[in-house]
């Protein structure tokens, strides 16, 4: 027993004998202030293995419950993976990368700033990006370039390229590519919010009038339902519906307020020329 004990106090001073002697080297390998380690380990931050910040990591940052790392070049993995920056990987249950990230994201949900990379999740989130989200829900950003690629939703105020659903492909504003799925929408229009007074506390309510925010459709959609404020190309599906379109449209309901193009389907209508024609229809 006391040579048990004897060896176990040996482990434990020369455990933190090490430690100690790391983590002095990591205080004195400084760059832009920042603490630099080729590894870092979490059991909850800021309960880890080099407790000192901002710290960089360039290697591999891995946590049990939760990691925080200020700067990230390399791999970060666990249940809860989170750097303001990086390039690298990230994967788990939940990535998130605040500001600006370059690689790849993995996991149940991602979310980052400034994404230049792939997402691969349940759910995507990417203020701003340019690359590929492949989710089994649910895509959404700011402004995206490259492919959205989900089961039931593509959601983006500014997109550049191809959305890809099972369900719902939607742009708010400035689309320029190719939507295919059951529901596309381009500028679609949306209800006003009223303000009611209710015991003084102001209550949003939807009006009866509506309005469409601003934007451009450039391109094509693919699918059963097509919808488009402003868009300039084609439409193929069942029903394609359009405010203005300079373009073509091709499916068995065809309607538009303002048409510059062509109408082929079951039933045509657009306001400003031949109201209804079936199989063609030409606007000017």
Known sequence: MNFLLKKLIVVFFTFFTLLSFQNSVFAQSKSDDFIITPINIAWFSPFELVPFKPRR???????????????????????????????????????????????????GFNYAGDFWGIQVSGMNVAADGFGVQVAAVTNHSND?????????????????????????????????GLQIGLHNQIQVKVPVKDLL??????????????????????????????????????????????????????????????????????LNFHANGVFGAPVFNLGW
């Not at 593509?154 to 320029?176: K, M, P, T, W």
């Not at 404020?229 to 073509?248: F, K």
């Open 57 to 107: 990591v360039v290697g591999v940052s891995a946590n049990v419950f939760y990691g925080h790392e200020d700067e990230l070049y390399g791999v970060q993995a666990g249940m809860v993976s989170r750097t303001l920056s990086g390039i690298g990987v990230q994967a788990g249950l939940v990535q998130i990368a605040n500001n600006d990230f370059i690689g790849v994201q993995a996991g």
């Open 144 to 176: 995206f370039s490259g492919i959205q690629i989900s089961s039931s939703m593509n959601d983006a105020d500014y997109f550049n390229g191809i959305q890809i659903s099972a369900g719902l492909n939607r742009s708010f504003r400035n689309f320029s």
């Open 197 to 266: 007074n209710v015991g003084g506390t102001l209550v949003p309510i939807y009006g009866q009038k509506k309005t469409s925010r601003k934007g451009m459709g450039n391109g094509a959609q693919i699918g059963l339902w097509n919808e488009s404020v402003l868009a300039n190309g084609i439409q193929i599906g069942v029903v394609n519906i359009s405010e203005d379109i300079n373009g073509v449209q091709i499916g068995l309901i065809n309607y538009a307020d303002s048409l510059k193009g062509i109408q082929i389907g079951l």
